[in-house]
């Protein structure tokens, strides 16, 4: 074989250690430790929901002509292709044995792989990127009604424990937190671009307007947006560079905020780390 098939293989036999790894530590860990199977579930079921969450979005973009995605492997709406061997399997269970271990409450971190995107390629950058944004907390709203409703139903039949309902409980809440977040008007937020989507043609021009560059640009700019860049340049952002990094700065506080308000809420530091949708 070639040195490219070489290296391919070497890399697929990587991955696939793992993988594997980490969920032998965790059906171990199961086993002889069965009070730290429902952890285990909800790390699962967090993970399902970012995966879902990711594909709605790739859905939404196929849908409204932006093949990007397909042209970079991803020429399925399979969530399985979204795996990350390590931010979608190795670092949630990990994080999730160490921190129920250590500190008796599960801190899952972890995170999908992004998924590539083009505006250009969207018949109305404005509009159809905020029908893209929506996708993602629409899944993680439906999951979370999902599972209220399959709690409702399965209840008076008494065919759930008091842990499974438990445990069904609290991975409704956390889509539905999941949804919220995603839902704030940050600039790296699906909120954002909803609100951007929102805004007068008039406005959405001014508010993403960069006066450091020329005007024969700004229509291409617009579809590269990351920030309130009218803004940004007021107080003295000089460089789209430094425009991205300041709404990631805030994004990030934003998000830090979010994670320990919700700790109450969720009754476990359910801290949550991914990729932002870009």
């Not at 709404?247 to 506080?253: N, S």
Request: charged share 15%; aromatic share 6%.
């Amino acid at each position: 074989p070639s040195v490219l098939t070489q290296k391919k293989v070497s890399a697929g036999r990587r991955a696939q250690a793992i993988i594997v790894a980490p969920l032998l530590v965790a059906l171990i860990a199961a086993v002889a430790v069965p009070a730290i199977s429902p952890a285990l579930a909800l790390t699962a079921g967090v993970v399902g929901s970012i995966l879902l969450h990711e594909t709605a979005h790739l859905y939404m973009l196929r849908r409204l002509g932006d093949d990007t995605a397909a042209r970079t492997g991803l020429d399925t709406l399979n969530p399985f292709k979204l795996i990350h061997p390590v931010g979608t399997i190795a670092l949630p269970i990990l994080s999730t044995l160490a921190s129920q271990a250590l500190l008796g409450v599960p801190i899952i971190v972890g995170w999908a792989k992004p998924i590539p995107v083009d505006f250009n390629k969207l018949a109305d950058p404005q509009r159809d990127a905020m029908k893209v944004a929506l996708a993602g907390p629409a899944m993680n709203a439906a999951l979370a009604a999902a599972a209220l409703a399959a709690l409702a139903v399965l209840s008076p039949w008494h065919l759930l424990s008091a842990a499974s309902a438990s445990l069904i409980v609290t991975f409704a809440k956390v889509n539905a937190s999941l949804a919220v977040f995603n839902m704030l008007p940050l600039p790296q937020l699906d909120g954002g671009k909803v609100l951007v989507g929102l805004l007068p043609q008039r406005l959405y021009e001014k508010w993403t307007r960069n006066s450091r560059l020329p005007d024969d640009y700004q229509d291409t700019f617009r579809k590269l947006y990351e920030g309130p860049s009218t803004l940004l340049n007021w107080l003295g952002m000089d460089s789209q560079g430094r425009v991205n990094t300041t709404t990631r700065l805030i994004t990030l506080g934003v998000f830090g905020a979010f994670a320990a308000a919700s700790w109450t809420w969720l009754g476990a530091p359910v801290l949550l780390l991914m990729l932002v949708c870009s």
